[in-house]
């Protein structure tokens, strides 16, 4: 496997979610509606290096936390105020749907995992990938990583087989060091207005 | 796909505390114990299957993992851990918003805390959750097997579970997904949703067969339908796609299969598409048996794909099959005599789940050679 394109994505908590959808239209001419941070995050990640994607490629998601703005708006409705849940912020809240969207967008119908994320996450999700591209399913794949504490980070790469060249690295920086990855800086809401 | 073997499997459910106990419950006619909730706002009963004694989380954890070494002692540092479950720790994220009477985005712990401890706990090589809401635990297999098949680990444990979540209680009632009449019946005419379920499955794969392995997993796939976040296609196109490249990769054809475990939620929508997914199926002049397992242990989601799939091998090693009431009824042909008179059966496994993924599994139960 070779890495030929990576994207990189970077916040601060003052971030807006209209910051988000407005960058994310620089690729998405119609960005899905009643999504969630979380699922921006990815989809900005993923659609940055859409262009290289073909429709044999697989998906592979992580991400430290669930979706945490979405959490706290379903569990304050259902457990603090005994409401029923939003609809939309209940099938938000279920981790793959950030996948759902990036397949959705990309026309990728192949394999679609979420996984939790941990120290060795670029490592997990490769490896998994490669389980995909040897068994014939897949000939590309696109990993795409989340992390949202104070700011955030969303990370892509994107994979392709080949018998020659293979893909080291054990994170995201040393995963791209042989190319140029395409990074966006939000700066916080107040020095863009 | 090589043949990778199941064993030391640990199933606790609403139906019996461990997994001999579920199958022999379902041979005797028993049925899941249950609580009824209900829905906010609109004061309606739904029912709802867990166990007879609640016990916390971790506990149902620890007492798998050590279930699973008590049958067969491996070296947890070869061993890979994968957690599968749609709710991981919701139980903790709603109990802590009702003793707080609010819950801030901050309160929500990382995704791989659980795992992470287990790792630490038992010196696993390394431990992650898989979230594909209802096909969790079968991509879990299903990835497992395709990572011990490459030699990265000697064995692989998957723990699977859902503990009773309002969260999920209240989020399948506004979707009006759930069960009114409390009655758990795909395919059947009157069907009219699906009744959730708590489970603790676990069980470990290895590339060795052990003395009584439960099953050997053939292959199987799994990919995402992007046509809705909540269900597949209504045709069954992309399901029946998906059957077919399971075959594929499990080297079988479709007469190859004695067996199909439906995923069957009960609920309209899902019910229609496996119908219609199934519809080649049944053309063929020699058509597999059918059956479902959710009406003994509810929906139990992310753990779905080990649960069901070990309460049925567990059944097929007594050489029965679970048979759903006035099936007759029902839209597809499904078993109605419970007595299996193979010795060997190869079964595929359909687990259908919201984000558009869909996954089948074949087993070869008997752990025998392939035909």
């Known amino acids: 496997m070779q890495v030929i394109a990576a994207s990189q994505f970077t916040g601060c908590a003052s971030t807006t979610d209209k910051q988000l959808k407005t960058t994310l239209q620089q ?10 941070r979380f699922i921006l995050q990815s989809l900005l990640a993923a659609t940055a290096i859409q262009q290289h994607v073909r429709a044999d490629c697989g998906l592979y998601v992580a991400s430290t936390y669930p979706a945490r703005t979405t959490m706290a708006s379903l569990l304050n409705s259902v457990c603090a105020e005994q409401r029923q849940p939003k609809p939309f912020e209940f099938v938000n809240s279920v981790s793959n749907a950030a996948g759902f969207h990036i397949a959705q967008q990309l026309k990728l119908n192949g394999p679609n995992l979420f996984i939790s994320a941990n120290a060795q996450v670029w490592q997990q999700l490769s490896l998994l990938a490669a389980c995909d591209m040897q068994a014939g399913s897949i000939k ?5 990583f989340c992390d949202e504490d104070e700011g955030f980070t969303a990370q892509a790469v994107l994979l392709e087989s080949s018998p020659t060249a293979y893909a080291t690295g054990s994170d995201f920086q040393s995963l791209c060091a042989a190319i140029d990855i395409y990074s966006h800086h939000f700066s916080s809401a107040k020095n863009n207005e | 796909m090589s043949a990778v073997y199941l064993h ?14 579920a199958a022999l419950a379902i041979q005797q006619g028993q049925t899941a114990h249950y609580r009824d909730f209900v829905l906010h706002e609109r004061e309606q009963s739904c029912r709802y299957f867990s166990l007879a004694q609640q016990q916390p989380l971790l506990e149902h954890l620890h007492a798998n993992i050590n279930s699973v070494h ?3 002692a491996i070296p947890f540092a070869d061993c890979l851990l994968i957690i599968a479950s749609t709710g991981l720790n919701i139980h903790f994220f709603e109990t802590l918003t009702q003793k707080q009477n609010s819950f801030n985005p901050s309160d929500a ?18 431990a992650f959750c898989i979230n594909t809401a209802c096909t969790s635990a079968a991509n879990a297999l299903l990835y497992s097997a395709r990572l011990l098949e490459q030699q990265h680990y000697s064995h692989v ?9 309002e969260v999920a209680i209240q989020g399948f009632g506004v979707l009006e997904l759930t069960s009114n009449s409390g009655r758990y019946q795909p395919f059947h005419a009157q069907r009219d949703g699906l009744i959730l379920g708590e489970s603790y499955a676990a069980a470990l794969l290895s590339n060795e067969p052990t003395t009584q392995p439960l099953a050997r997993l053939l292959g199987g796939f799994s990919a995402c339908d992007t046509s809705s976040l909540t269900g ?4 069954g196109s992309h399901i029946n796609w998906v059957m077919q490249q399971a075959l594929t990769d499990a080297q079988c054809r479709r007469q190859d299969i004695d067996l199909i475990k439906l995923h069957g939620t009960a609920t ?8 219609n997914g199934m519809q080649k199926w049944l053309k063929e002049d020699s058509v597999p048996a059918l059956c479902v397992i959710k009406p003994w242990l509810g929906h139990t989601l992310g753990a779905c794909g080990l649960s069901e799939t070990l309460l049925l091998l567990e059944c097929l090693k007594n050489q029965c099959v679970p048979i759903m009431p006035d099936s007759q009824n029902c839209s597809l042909p499904l078993l109605q005599t419970a007595t299996w008179p193979l010795q060997q059966t190869r079964v595929l496994a359909n687990f259908f789940g919201f984000g558009g993924n869909n996954a089948s599994i074949i087993f070869e139960a008997g752990a025998l050679p392939c035909k």
């Open chain 2, 232 to 235: 597949t296609r209504e045709d």
């Open chain 2, 70 to 72: 008590s049958q067969h």
């Open chain 1, 27 to 36: 690729w998405l001419a119609r960005p899905p509606r009643r999504v969630d």
């Open chain 2, 8 to 21: 030391s499997a640990v199933l606790r459910s609403a139906l019996a505390d461990n997994l001999a106990d």
């Open chain 2, 268 to 275: 309209q929508a899902n019910d229609l598409a496996e119908y």
């Open chain 2, 157 to 165: 444990l998957v723990l699977a579970f859902e503990t009773p979540s």
């Open chain 1, 140 to 144: 590309q794949a696109l990993l795409v």
């Open chain 2, 109 to 126: 712990t990382p995704l791989n805390q659980l795992a992470q401890s287990l790792q630490n706990d038992y010196g696993f090589a390394t």
